[in-house]
């Protein structure tokens, strides 16, 4: 079997983000684990409009075609990791809208979260593990929260992601669950599949 395939989905689509600064990290992390494969998946390159079809498209196929582009992109991984920005006590609006954008296509993977902002972006990476079990996803206990000190001295200059190592040391952490569900629920799946096939026959 391939190895696992794991998307790490930039949360935010603002000129001005912090975003790019923890996904390069996470991604050099995650890429040198030799049990995944790893690809970064910027929103700014999914320009899906507000959800407006007319149900999930769980109950019906989408009509945008950005949609059914991004439902095919997602369909290709065996797992997440999320950055995720904390507005107001929650998860930006436009991550929000790509995981509404895509519903079978989560199912039974696991999704993991690095998280900034106010409180290291814990109540955003809260509301998104809600949505993960919603849609069958699992979301791992490992997470990276980058609290308002260490986000200041790295958005400041002072200091660099990979300087911090308790960061470092939750990042590992955070990696090796994904890695080890996505293989884990990779292989259950493929099982799922051989079983639906030899009753179909």
């Known amino acids: 079997m391939s190895k696992p395939k794991i998307a790490i989905v930039v949360g935010s689509t603002r000129a001005a ?5 923890p996904t390069q990290w996470i991604a050099k992390i995650a890429k040198s684990h030799a049990d995944i494969d790893v690809e970064i998946v910027d929103l700014r390159d999914w320009p899906l409009p507000f959800f407006d079809e007319v149900a999930s498209s769980a109950w019906a196929p989408s009509q945008n075609e950005v949609a ?3 439902q095919k992109k997602v369909a290709g991984f065996d ?7 904390e507005y107001n006590h929650g998860p930006t609006a436009v991550l929000k809208n790509a995981i509404d954008y895509a519903a079978n296509e989560w199912n039974k993977k696991p999704a993991g979260f690095v998280g900034y902002g106010s409180v290291g972006g814990s ?6 593990r809600l949505a993960a079990v919603e849609l069958q996803m699992a979301p791992v206990k490992s997470a990276v929260h980058i609290a308002w000190g260490d986000f200041l001295a790295v958005r400041q200059g002072e200091k660099k992601l990979e300087d911090i190592e308790h960061l470092n040391q939750s990042a590992a952490a955070l990696v090796n669950d994904v890695a080890w569900w996505a293989k ?11 079983a639906s096939e030899a009753q179909a026959a």
């Open 184 to 194: 884990v629920l990779k292989a259950a799946r493929a099982a799922d599949a051989i």
């Open 68 to 70: 059914q582009r991004w």
């Open 79 to 85: 797992g997440f990791i999320f950055t995720a920005a």
């Open 17 to 21: 983000r912090f975003a790019d600064v």
């Open 123 to 128: 109540r955003a990476v809260e509301h998104l």
